[in-house]
DNA sequence: ATAAACAAGTTTATATTATAAACCAAATTT
DNA sequence: AAATTTGGTTTATAATATAAACTTGTTTAT
């Protein structure tokens, strides 16, 4: 009847990074930090968290001189949040 | 960007309670037990909290002999709910 | 009548999670 | 060259979720 919620994505925070992910090819941790308004080290963790679950990769590179992290959505990521969409609504939707 | 989630509606159990009840007057411990597979231990604190946000209240009685603890939701549950709903898609829709 | 098993929860202990504070290295500005 | 800023990571703490253990009373079996 209720469908088991993905704990990874069960998450305020990582659940709008995938959100955000989703929409775009990429995006950098700078950009996520402003677009979410969480803190560097809240979203440090988290996008260990998504990363070590297979749901987004990291690039380490540089923009100019200035470190630069990369994220996108995996296509696991991807289907990730389609299912956990398709959960939540077993909850929302009656 | 991504509204927050009121924290109280954000737990799978929780949700799965408050789901339940929108769509019932009333349910009991033991029903809602049953349809969310909850431990009673788990449930029982979750319930707790969902009454001291004042999102249900809660009804002790009997049935019988046997102890029977009743749920419903209030008005201000039923608003947290549909609010939750709300910011849950600006997450989940684009 | 008494012991064993069951029902309906509650309390408490533990594991997990989320979050922010403190930190670090390099770059930039003053 | 000192101070500040950028772009993070690590670590410590607070909050949460969860199950295990317990309680109170009831029903069933002996």
């Known amino acids: 009847m209720f469908p088991k919620l993905d704990p990874i994505l069960h998450s305020e925070l990582r659940l ?3 959100s955000l992910l989703a929409g775009v090819e990429s995006a950098d ?3 996520i930090k402003q677009q979410t308004g969480a803190t560097a080290g809240n979203l440090s963790v988290q996008i260990d968290k998504l990363s070590a679950a297979g749901y987004i990769t990291v690039e380490k590179g540089f923009k100019g001189k200035m470190p630069c992290t990369t994220c ?3 296509p696991e990521g991807l289907e990730a949040f389609r299912n956990y969409i398709d959960a939540l609504k077993e909850y ?3």
């Open 92 to 94: 929302i939707s009656h």
């Open 72 to 74: 996108s959505l995996t």
């Open 29 to 31: 941790f700078t950009y």
């Open 16 to 18: 709008a990074v995938i």
